[in-house]
């Protein structure tokens, strides 16, 4: 079955470069979320995307922003990057109609590191 | 906003054995799922479980919604198993609201 791609998998930037991530959902669904995992932390919500409008809001710095493309797939860009921004980023799809409570499906992640 | 806790923070076991991790949660929730992350940061989904209870091989899951807890059961633990379980709930608005985690380590 297919799964939700992110790309680029790893990626390593110095401090004030900007990055931008790629997530593909899978096929059908309607609704893309972002999570950002600190080194032993548990994964913090950013921001969601429901038939490509934002659907809601988390902790997400002013210094990145997102957007869902018409054919579904969607993009974290994060300029002006922090030493504090290395963490793994994960991308989540699901069939939600926008009701928010089918399963979200993970990506295998994107390892950003910040030198 | 909501608190979910999960306990133990840590786990060691021998392989074979078997264990019960625990997710409480300080508010009603339309949704409740189960993650295993391994070693290499993937985030495996295990149950989507608002209420009741459901069996995959090894695994198992209860929620009791109007006490406001989730039980994960793993039987029969393999050194596979090892990782990071995460329960983590939803309100409304579709974003999953993370516990901090059971770190469980399977010994050969």
């Known amino acids: 079955a297919a799964g939700v791609i992110q790309s680029p998998r790893h990626l390593i930037k110095e401090k004030r470069e900007t990055a931008t991530l790629k997530c593909y959902p899978i096929p059908r669904h309607d609704t893309v979320y972002w999570y950002q995992q600190g080194p032993g932390q548990d994964p913090q919500f950013l921001i969601s995307f429901y038939e490509k409008m934002q659907s809601d809001k988390g902790s997400i710095p002013d210094r990145f922003s997102a957007q869902q493309f018409s054919d579904y797939h969607s993009e974290l860009n994060m300029s002006s990057l922090e030493l504090g921004d290395s963490a793994l980023y994960f991308c989540?799809?699901?069939?939600?109609?926008?009701?928010?409570?089918?399963?979200?499906?993970f990506g295998p992640g994107t390892r950003l590191l910040v030198l | 906003g909501i608190q979910v806790e999960q306990s133990p923070p840590d786990l060691i076991l021998q392989e074979g054995a078997n264990s019960t991790l625990r997710c409480n949660f300080s508010d009603s929730v339309n949704n409740l799922q189960w993650f295993h992350q391994n070693p290499w940061g993937q985030l495996i989904n295990l149950f989507y479980i608002p209420s009741g209870t459901k069996q995959n091989g090894r695994l198992s899951a209860t929620t009791v919604a109007t006490e406001r807890y989730s039980l994960l059961y793993i039987s029969s633990s393999q050194t596979t198993d090892s990782g990071v379980y995460f329960c983590?709930?939803?309100?409304?608005?579709?974003?999953?609201?993370f516990g901090q985690g059971t770190e469980l380590s399977v010994k050969p």
């Open positions: 989540a799809s699901s069939f939600s109609r926008g009701k928010g409570v089918e399963t979200q499906y």
């Open positions: 983590a709930v939803e309100r409304g608005g579709g974003k999953l609201i």
